[in-house]
């Protein structure tokens, strides 16, 4: 059940007996701001790392074995168009451990002392726990440059999309990084403080008065729930743009971009997922079947389906003369699709799949947190009934037509051969 | 059939070794949805000389036989296996460690028709000339994934000096050399010594009941004809108590962002059997925990002066054969690193010293993380030890966590961590990039 603190900030608490663990988050939840991209994993990593009641990381390590090996861990996440803060705290129920205490109290205490009381002087950051955590972003930013599968995926959006705050990799950019100071930042934290919609949400076996009455302790004002758009929408480009580059890899990473205009629990969705399991997205797919299984030319070749930017990907690896006939080979899975050529086998095993992944989520507190997050930000809660009834509704024309807004608009290549 | 109470987690699992040597272990989860089913044989890469089923000779296969049999195992005559549990709605997989090979399956649909799927599918090999073929195409992808992933071979570099001449410092998938050799002889020759039933466990766990599943697993297993098992003769694998063959430094440079740096230390000391074996394990991970976490006076030293950062790891491994711990991170001075690591390790006693209070605030970590990872059926199943260590469960873990003595850690330290164990690897950008 939701319930307002005080406008702007709410608390969900759902109670379950099915896991061992309590789960809570605080959300902070803002419109996405290309210059404010890597502000805010910043900000989650010099949160995650001290605050004022535990200055050292040391002393956030011992506080957290203390309360028998809880975790406690800040990330950013890039949803649509909105930006997600999401500070997260979890731990073993005590009702499994002999003279715990009250643990869920504890989890709040310390929420409370990480995210309202950081490590402050002089109106900054604490500087020398700023500059630490800069650094080692940094090392981050530049590392990803060696996991070439993440390389070309990023490439890849880099290329797509036309908003710099979708371009950018959702964890910032060097550039950016370098200008932050303690000061600014702790300004910009305070502005989150104040103005993001916040969201606290608590699973686990507990007892719901108690949660409220802990969450009510929050030192947080009124404001305004979060008004911006949540599904980015891009024009669609008149021509197809190809992408190259050169590194001293052994395999070719080649990677496209379709724009996909339907999001999520909108209208064509449930066939979207029904498209993109047939297309690349699960172990059964096309391409699985056809770059990998016939034609043995990848282990891996795949597509994703992002719901909130409305775009679909595709990813394979592969040896870098093999270009030409993989890209033809995928052109021709989705020109299949359009034009019908999916057995009937085809169509149902792939429903039964998504029904499996979604009520396997079902066992995974992480994923049912995110779930209730997510239902919150879309304003729609669905049953599982729901869901079920609403794929299981998906016809096979409705397939073929959601599968024909499909546009190819970006194709990236990474190969290892230097002209 | 035996059921174990694990009254502490409200858990109760139900177990039966089958007639033809099949071990069972079945733990019903109440409120979950989804059923988790994992059949493993205590057969991994490492295992590539031994004595075929009705052989008499010592024989080598090719590097990579174990991960290629995982593969091709899902083929059958008329259908793969893979579709057929696609078709019963459930998620397949299957993975080749060092020296296990273990399928699985995942579902919240018909999960007693998939768990046949799998018990069929595993027990029924079926290889043909052509298919082995066509899957050297893949395989030979997946070996070139890997060789342009930094973090694996930074991963198999300290392995490599820890382990020459040793089958460990080998790839599990084998190389793109090795894999061209293999033949459908060395399928059916690896398949029929090591899956015998009787080398095996079938570990199941979600929402389902024990009785009726271990009743159809039983009515399964009988339909079968199994050759009468017969003992495993694998060869012994080089192992060089000494030390002595230890390369102790190897650098590689790549085309890479940051140098990136390990301190391995090689188990020299022996194993103790059975059960006790994990309690050895635990209270080695014990000490590296005491040494290198978080929560350590070290680790906070070398975090504050830049020699690591949020890159730093340690891990401990212990499989049938062998173990070992590494010390890794992404460094700028790997040099320094590699120095204070050693450094660390080699006054590990007396730095232990005084370190009481941090014993037991472990304790709490690893019993926390330990029933953490209960939540996750995966966790639960996949942590079951086999062999290895008797049928150890992981909520078998907790208890011996309870009674770890501080006194026990200082013994490890001494006959685990040896100076002549040591070794260090690291991988530095090339000039220019």
């Given amino acids: 059940m939701r319930t307002e603190i005080t406008p702007g900030v709410n608390l969900t608490v759902t109670p ?25 994993i910043l900000l989650a990593n010099v949160l995650e790392a001290a605050s004022a009641h535990f200055p050292t990381q040391k002393a956030v390590a011992e506080k957290l074995s203390e309360m028998y090996g809880a975790g406690f861990g800040v990330t950013v996440e890039r949803r649509g168009d909105a930006h997600i803060m999401n500070c997260v705290f979890d731990s073993v129920n005590e009702r499994y451990l002999p003279d715990a205490g009250n643990l869920v109290s504890a989890a709040f205490t310390f929420l409370k002392q990480s995210l309202f009381e950081p490590l402050i002087s002089d109106g900054a950051f604490d500087r020398e726990s700023f500059e630490r955590q800069k650094k080692n972003l940094g090392s981050y930013i530049r590392s990803v440059r060696d996991d070439k599968q993440l390389y070309a995926a990023l490439s ?101 971009a379709y724009k996909f205009p339907v999001y999520y629990r ?143 608009q970006t194709i990236y290549f990474l190969d290892g051969e230097v002209n | 059939m035996e059921i174990v109470q694990y009254e502490q987690f409200g858990e109760k699992m139900y177990k039966e070794k089958l007639i033809n040597g099949l071990e069972v272990n079945i733990l019903p989860k109440e409120g979950y949805h989804k059923t988790y089913g994992i059949l493993t044989t205590d057969y991994g890469s490492l295992d590539n000389k031994f004595v075929p089923l009705h052989k008499t ?53 018909y999960p007693q028709k998939n768990l046949e799927i799998l018990l069929d599918f595993v027990q029924d090999p079926y290889f043909n000339a052509k298919s082995v073929e066509k899957e050297k195409g893949i395989i030979g992808q997946e070996i070139k994934m890997y060789e342009d992933d930094v973090e694996w071979r930074f991963y198999f570099g300290i392995l490599k000096n820890l382990y020459p001449n040793h089958p460990l410092s080998v790839d599990i998938a084998g190389t793109v050399d090795s894999i061209e050799q293999i033949t459908v002889q060395n399928l059916y020759d690896c398949y029929q010594t090591f899956y015998h039933p009787s080398n095996m466990n079938l570990f199941v766990t979600g929402a389902i009941d024990p009785e009726e599943t271990l009743k159809l697993i ?78 350590s006076v070290n680790y906070t030293r070398l975090y504050n002066e830049g020699i690591i950062d949020d890159s730093f790891d340690f891990t401990f491994q212990l499989e049938r054969s062998f173990h070992y711990a590494s010390i890794t991170s992404d460094t700028d001075n790997p040099e320094r690193f590699c120095h204070d690591i050693i450094d660390i390790l080699e006054n590990a006693e007396q730095l232990l010293k005084g370190q009481y209070q941090q014993f037991n605030l472990a304790k709490k970590e690893m019993i926390g993380r330990q029933i953490h990872a209960m939540n996750s059926l995966e966790g639960i199943a996949n942590q079951y030890s086999g062999h290895l260590f008797t049928g150890a469960t992981i909520f078998d873990k907790v208890a011996i966590v309870q009674k770890m003595k501080f006194e026990e850690v200082l013994l490890v330290c001494r006959s685990f961590l040896r100076s002549e164990a040591v070794s260090v690897y690291q991988i530095l950008p090339k000039e220019g990039s």
């Fill in chain 2, 57 to 109: 000779k010592m024989e080598q296969v090719p590097d990579g036989v174990a991960h290629f049999l995982e593969h091709k195992l899902f083929e059958k005559k008329d259908h793969d296996a893979f579709d057929l549990f696609g078709h019963y709605g459930a998620d397949a997989n299957a993975f080749t460690s060092f020296t296990n090979t273990s399928y699985l399956f995942s579902t919240v649909n």
């Fill in chain 1, 156 to 256: 890849l959006q880099k290329n797509y999309f036309t908003d710099e705050a979708q371009s950018t990799p959702s964890f910032g950019t060097y550039e950016q990084l370098r200008e932050i100071t303690p000061t600014e930042l702790y300004e910009y934290y305070l502005k989150c403080l104040a103005n993001d919609q916040i969201e606290v949400v608590v699973a686990g076996n507990v007892d719901e008065q108690e949660c409220l009455a802990l969450a009510s302790t929050l030192p947080v004002k009124p404001r305004r729930l979060y008004q911006g758009p949540l599904f980015y929408n891009q024009e669609r480009q008149q021509a197809v743009y190809e992408g190259n580059e050169h590194q001293a890899v052994v395999q070719g990473k080649l990677d496209l």
């Fill in chain 2, 218 to 295: 039983r009515a399964n297993q009988a339909k079968k004809q199994f050759a009468s098992d017969a003992e495993i003769k694998r060869a012994e694998l080089p192992n060089d108590e000494t030390g002595k063959d230890i390369i102790p430094y190897r650098m590689l440079e790549l085309d890479t962002q940051r140098p990136k740096a390990a301190v391995g230390i090689k188990g020299l000391d022996e194993v103790p059997e059975g059960r006790n074996g994990l309690i050895y394990k635990m209270q080695v991970e014990m000490l590296l925990w005491l040494l290198f976490s978080d929560t």
């Fill in chain 1, 16 to 40: 379950t007996k099915q896991f061992k663990t309590t789960r809570i988050a605080i959300a902070l939840i803002a419109p996405l701001d290309s210059r404010a991209l890597t502000k805010r």
């Fill in chain 1, 266 to 408: 909108k209208e064509g969705y449930y066939a979207a997922l029904i498209f993109n399991g047939i297309f690349g997205g699960l172990p059964l797919s096309k391409l699985f079947m056809n770059v990998r299984e016939r034609a043995s030319l990848a282990y891996y070749a795949t597509s994703s389906y992002d719901s909130f930017r409305g775009f679909i990907s595709v990813q394979t690896g592969i040896q870098f003369q093999n270009k030409e006939a993989v890209q033809t080979i995928i052109t021709k899975q989705l020109a299949d699709i359009k034009n019908g050529e999916i057995s009937q086998r085809e169509f149902q095993d792939t429903k039964k799949a998504l029904q499996n992944s979604f009520l396997s989520r079902l066992d995974s507190p992480s994923n049912n947190l995110d779930q209730t997050l997510v239902d919150i930000l879309t304003r729609k809660h669905v049953s599982a009934y729901e869901w079920q009834a609403k794929l299981n509704a998906v016809r096979f024309e409705d397939v073929i037509e959601v599968a024909r807004k499909t546009e190819l």
